[in-house]
């Protein structure tokens, strides 16, 4: 009898795809739980790192206990108790119409196109005083969006850290925002001048460690110009008025917010 008839190859063939597609199908909905899971893992170790908390020995989730998530609105700077931690999501908040803003050229610097009116952020205590505010922060780089979180200390204008968990950049140059002996270096810069412009930047080259400035700048990335200034773009616009400029002002200020 002859097998080798395009009636059986069809059969054959169909029911391979249609086993193959069952166990693919079993397996996203199994492993489903499991890779949020290790999304969530990955996010609290970012944000713990940029700030500093992160202990090698101790569970990751036992030690984000002590951070406090808050949901800001980035127009006032107040906190809004009306959105629930669990229903905002920062990719969708910022495409939808009723819930961002476009932006102008002029003030798009970070080339996000909109920013959403809502943002999520991270406060730590110790002894109940404020120890450090985690700011997710993000900005186009060569390639792609850049997305990280950056710390400050409790005056809200000295760098703790900056931690970048999504980027797009070129592996050696301007990848090397993930480079441990890069990220060592913004510890203890300062954002913010003494009249309160924001003038943290990437610069070209090496920092002058005998120029006044040199608090406020960071080494640049060798054969990565772009990159560097993509993430001076982005703090620039993180930490201005159309970011959470305005919840910095109303933490210092202490009247019209508890933190």
């Excluded at 993000?138 to 204008?157: H, I, P, Q, V």
């Excluded at 993930?178 to 270096?185: E, L, S």
Aim: aromatic content about 8%.
């Amino acid at each position: 009898m002859n097998n080798d008839t395009i009636r059986k190859t069809l059969i054959v063939a169909i029911s391979l795809c249609l086993v193959c597609s069952a166990l693919i199908s079993f397996s996203a909905v199994e492993l489903r739980d499991l890779q949020e899971a290790n999304k969530t893992l990955d996010k609290q170790t970012k944000i713990l790192s940029a700030a500093g908390l992160l202990v090698t020995d101790k569970d990751v989730s036992s030690l984000f206990k002590s951070i406090e998530i808050k949901i800001v609105n980035l127009e006032t700077g107040l906190f809004d108790s009306s959105i629930s931690i669990e229903d905002f999501d920062e990719s969708s908040f910022s495409r939808n119409p009723n819930t961002s803003i476009e932006l102008t050229s002029d003030t798009d610097i970070a080339l996000l196109k909109r920013r959403e009116n809502f943002q999520s952020i991270y406060l730590h205590y110790d002894n109940e005083d404020l120890n450090a505010i985690i700011l997710p922060v993000r900005g186009y780089g060569l390639w792609g969006t850049m997305k990280g979180y950056l710390a400050l200390e409790s005056d809200l204008k000295t760098i703790i850290g900056l931690e970048f968990f999504d980027h797009k950049e070129t592996p050696g140059l301007g990848g090397e925002i993930v480079n441990p002996r890069w990220k060592a270096i913004w510890k203890g810069k300062e954002v913010y001048s003494d009249t309160g412009d924001v003038v943290i930047s990437v610069i070209k080259g090496s920092v002058d460690k005998g120029n006044e400035k040199a608090k406020y700048q960071v080494d640049g990335l060798s054969g990565a110009t772009i990159t560097s200034n993509g993430v001076t773009n982005l703090l620039s616009f993180w930490l201005g008025e159309m970011g959470y400029g305005p919840l910095i002002k109303q933490i210092r200020s202490m009247e019209s917010v508890d933190v």
